[in-house]
């Protein structure tokens, strides 16, 4: 029991020092003019096509053997061993870890219902998912890491193995269509077809299954 109360004890005081330097920072930011020194000096957000990607080692059975030992440490408690996505953690998470049996990847710069090239998935797992709990990992594992696990997530999919799957980047999406009523139908029925609701929901408000 005393060891209880004095963990609390512990607890407490150190939410006390957590809010005093808040306070502290908040009080430092409102001297400067409201923008504080840490802010101004954040670095301007990677986009996705705009990561510098590093030359691909090649693969070889240690690499897939060291992307095998990187997932089980990094990835397996989200995903799953197995790469369905049934992770222990899984049923915590909002939105769910992606399945990587199915081989559907959003981020990717390939055309609709293609599979993403290598590329685009050292990308995703550099920079993570923003608003899901994939994390950028480009700052807690090197490159060699992030290619080894790039060889691994592909080992899930027989479709990574299939040579009839196109794996090219787009490199011109065309002129947009003008705005009609036959253009915004075409929309609606590519939205139902790439299941788009799932995520966006059926009136686009964010509150898919």
């Given at each position: 029991m005393r060891l209880r109360a004095s963990t609390l004890v512990l607890g407490i005081a150190a939410g006390l020092v957590g809010c005093g330097q808040q306070q502290s920072a908040t009080n430092e930011s409102k001297q400067s003019g409201g923008t504080s020194v840490a802010n101004a000096a954040l670095p301007a957000k990677i986009t996705f096509s705009e990561l510098p990607?590093?030359?691909?080692?090649?693969?070889?059975?240690?690499?897939?053997?060291?992307?095998?030992?990187?997932?089980?440490?990094?990835?397996?408690?989200?995903?799953?061993?197995?790469?369905?996505?049934?992770?222990?953690?899984?049923?915590?998470?909002?939105?769910?870890?992606?399945?990587?049996?199915?081989?559907?990847?959003?981020?990717?710069?390939?055309?609709?219902?293609?599979?993403?090239?290598?590329?685009?998935?050292?990308?995703?797992?550099?920079?993570?998912?923003?608003?899901?709990?994939?994390?950028?990992?480009?700052?807690?594992?090197?490159?060699?890491?992030?290619?080894?696990?790039?060889?691994?997530?592909?080992?899930?999919?027989?479709?990574f193995s299939d040579t009839n799957e196109v794996r090219v980047a787009i490199a011109d999406f065309g002129t947009p269509p003008a705005r009609s009523l036959a253009t915004i139908a075409e929309g609606k029925a590519l939205y139902a077809k790439m299941n788009c609701f799932t995520c966006h929901g059926d009136k686009g408000r964010g509150d898919g299954e």
């Open positions: 990607v590093p030359p691909k080692p090649a693969v070889t059975p240690e690499l897939l053997a060291r992307g095998k030992t990187v997932y089980a440490q990094n990835c397996a408690a989200c995903h799953g061993m197995n790469g369905d996505g049934k992770g222990d953690a899984a049923a915590f998470l909002a939105p769910k870890p992606r399945n990587f049996v199915q081989a559907n990847f959003r981020l990717r710069s390939t055309a609709p219902n293609n599979l993403p090239t290598d590329v685009d998935l050292f990308r995703q797992i550099s920079l993570g998912s923003p608003g899901t709990p994939m994390p950028p990992w480009k700052h807690m594992l090197d490159e060699n890491d992030r290619w080894a696990l790039v060889e691994y997530v592909k080992s899930f999919s027989p479709r």
